[in-house]
């Protein structure tokens, strides 16, 4: 009954698992999430108060399926001031997510056959994404032992006359790398060289630790922003992931393909969420930064736990809100008799016997790791970290 398309999809790790968290929260069992991208906090009170005003004033009737004019003005004006980028709002669309804005861009360029490369580990809907479009995802791990840095290397190596995109997040998830000026600088040149696209997912970019800074990929140079769609959204750094606005900016003759996509899928995003993203992108910057310093209060806390265990090691990473520890050596030890494997197997374990809940690096194509959000209460994490070090100190050497 299914088409082939779906028969071939694979289910969202991350969502399952967020169901399955759901269902023992629901039998009375106490879990403690660190599986869910999103923030614990409350979207900020200027962005409450805009959107409470837009239902006031009638603002609930259809916008323009690429976004109120307002709203991609002010995207305009975010993208000139924060990246050094210029668009025009007819180079902006504004969809129900930053998700939607991916998919709307991957099945505006990628033809059948056509390659996307991906270099992992990445995020899990990347790769189900292209192959929803009929193109050919084509890995290209980084290395953990460099911090999991965008190697460009690799990735021309990769490059072939079928190559039609690259997906690049920077900042990272699931690893919290943030990628350097002068990595994705070659990339750029790369892509305008080889001509192919590259869509530059920048949803964390204002969640950045120890003085490291974002580089927004169009903004290297017009050659370079001509190959390029930005994506991002008010989700992660605003705390408004139940809002569900994203928005992408790109060539014209790109966004207007997506806009005619969106037009005849779901048409407009949220029209309220649009109003409270004009005031979000204007007015709430001091309340992002507040949160950032928070979430960096945490992360340095999760690794400095982390590292003390035995038998983990993790990288420090330097934006979003994961860690991405490596539980490899983990794979050999058992635990009432059976044999943890794999990154499942050690995230099964950690959350039937620690009743907290991590994703398996598997997931995000990092056999070897497991990924940890902190985007949670102090409290939590501590409480967290102390179930996972004593669920730690029970596992057995196989003998």
Same mark, same amino acid.
């Given at each position: 009954?299914?088409?082939?398309?779906?028969?071939?999809?694979?289910?969202?790790?991350?969502?399952?698992?967020?169901?399955?968290?759901?269902?023992?929260?629901?039998?009375?069992?106490?879990?403690?999430?660190?599986?869910?991208?999103?923030?614990?906090?409350?979207?900020?009170?200027?962005?409450?108060?805009?959107?409470?005003?837009?239902?006031?004033?009638?603002?609930?009737?259809?916008?323009?399926?690429?976004?109120?004019?307002?709203?991609?003005?002010?995207?305009?004006?975010?993208?000139?001031?924060?990246?050094?980028?210029?668009?025009?709002?007819?180079?902006?669309?504004?969809?129900?997510?930053?998700?939607?804005?991916?998919?709307?861009?991957?099945?505006?360029?990628?033809?059948?056959?056509?390659?996307?490369?991906?270099?992992?580990?990445?995020?899990?809907?990347?790769?189900?994404?292209?192959?929803?479009?009929?193109?050919?995802?084509?890995?290209?791990?980084?290395?953990?032992?460099?911090?999991?840095?965008?190697?460009?290397?690799?990735?021309?190596?990769?490059?072939?006359?079928?190559?039609?995109?690259?997906?690049?997040?920077?900042?990272?998830?699931?690893?919290?790398?943030?990628?350097?000026?002068?990595?994705?600088?070659?990339?750029?040149?790369?892509?305008?060289?080889?001509?192919?696209?590259?869509?530059?997912?920048?949803?964390?970019?204002?969640?950045?630790?120890?003085?490291?800074?974002?580089?927004?990929?169009?903004?290297?140079?017009?050659?370079?922003?001509?190959?390029?769609?930005?994506?991002?959204?008010?989700?992660?750094?605003? !705390?408004?992931?139940?809002? *569900? =606005?994203? @928005?992408?900016?790109?060539?014209?003759? +790109?966004? $207007? /393909? %997506?806009?005619?996509?969106?037009?005849?899928?779901?048409?407009?995003?949220?029209?309220?969420?649009?109003?409270?993203?004009?005031?979000?992108?204007?007015?709430?910057?001091?309340?992002?930064?507040?949160?950032?310093?928070?979430?960096?209060?945490?992360?340095?806390?999760?690794?400095?736990?982390?590292?003390?265990?035995?038998?983990?090691?993790?990288?420090?990473?330097?934006?979003?809100?994961?860690?991405?520890?490596?539980?490899?050596?983990?794979?050999?030890?058992?635990?009432?008799?059976?044999?943890?494997?794999?990154?499942?197997?050690?995230?099964?374990?950690?959350?039937?016997?620690?009743?907290?809940?991590?994703?398996?690096?598997?997931?995000?194509? !990092?056999?070897?790791?497991? *990924? =940890?959000? @902190?985007?949670?209460?102090?409290?939590? +994490?501590? $409480? /967290? %970290?102390?179930?996972?070090?004593?669920?730690?100190?029970?596992?057995?050497?196989?003998?």
């Amino acid at each position: 009954m299914l088409s082939e398309r779906i028969k071939k999809m694979k289910p969202s790790a991350t969502v399952t698992l967020t169901a399955k968290v759901a269902e023992m929260r629901k039998n009375g069992i106490d879990v403690i999430g660190f599986n869910v991208g999103e923030p614990d906090f409350n979207t900020p009170d200027v962005i409450n108060v805009e959107a409470k005003k837009a239902i006031d004033d009638g603002f609930t009737k259809y916008t323009p399926a690429s976004g109120a004019l307002d709203f991609k003005e002010e995207i305009c004006n975010k993208l000139l001031r924060d990246n050094n980028v210029k668009y025009t709002p007819s180079q902006i669309i504004v969809s129900s997510g930053a998700k939607q804005s991916l998919i709307n861009s991957i099945f505006t360029i990628v033809n059948k056959g056509d390659e996307v490369i991906l270099p992992t580990p990445c995020w899990v809907s990347y790769i189900e994404m292209v192959k929803l479009a009929e193109g050919i995802p084509v890995i290209v791990p980084m290395e953990e032992e460099k911090g999991f840095a965008l190697d460009v290397e690799k990735i021309e190596k990769a490059v072939t006359d079928k190559t039609k995109a690259i997906i690049i997040n920077t900042p990272n998830n699931p690893t919290g790398a943030v990628y350097k000026k002068e990595h994705i600088e070659a990339l750029g040149k790369l892509a305008v060289q080889k001509e192919f696209f590259i869509i530059s997912d920048e949803i964390y970019e204002k969640l950045i630790y120890d003085g490291e800074k974002h580089i927004c990929t169009a903004s290297l140079s017009d050659e370079i922003k001509e190959w390029t769609i930005t994506i991002n959204g008010l989700s992660k750094a605003y !705390s408004m992931t139940g809002w *569900r =606005i994203g @928005y992408a900016a790109g060539p014209a003759d +790109i966004v $207007k /393909g %997506m806009v005619a996509l969106q037009g005849h899928t779901t048409s407009n995003a949220n029209s309220i969420a649009q109003k409270a993203g004009v005031i979000a992108l204007k007015e709430a910057e001091q309340d992002v930064e507040k949160m950032r310093m928070e979430f960096d209060r945490r992360r340095q806390y999760i690794i400095k736990r982390l590292n003390n265990m035995d038998g983990i090691s993790c990288a420090e990473p330097k934006g979003a809100f994961y860690t991405m520890p490596n539980v490899k050596s983990l794979f050999e030890k058992e635990y009432d008799g059976e044999k943890l494997k794999d990154s499942f197997g050690v995230a099964d374990f950690l959350l039937k016997e620690a009743r907290i809940a991590v994703v398996p690096g598997a997931a995000f194509e !990092s056999p070897d790791n497991i *990924r =940890i959000s @902190y985007s949670n209460s102090m409290e939590n +994490i501590e $409480k /967290g %970290m102390n179930r996972m070090e004593e669920a730690l100190n029970k596992l057995k050497v196989k003998r």
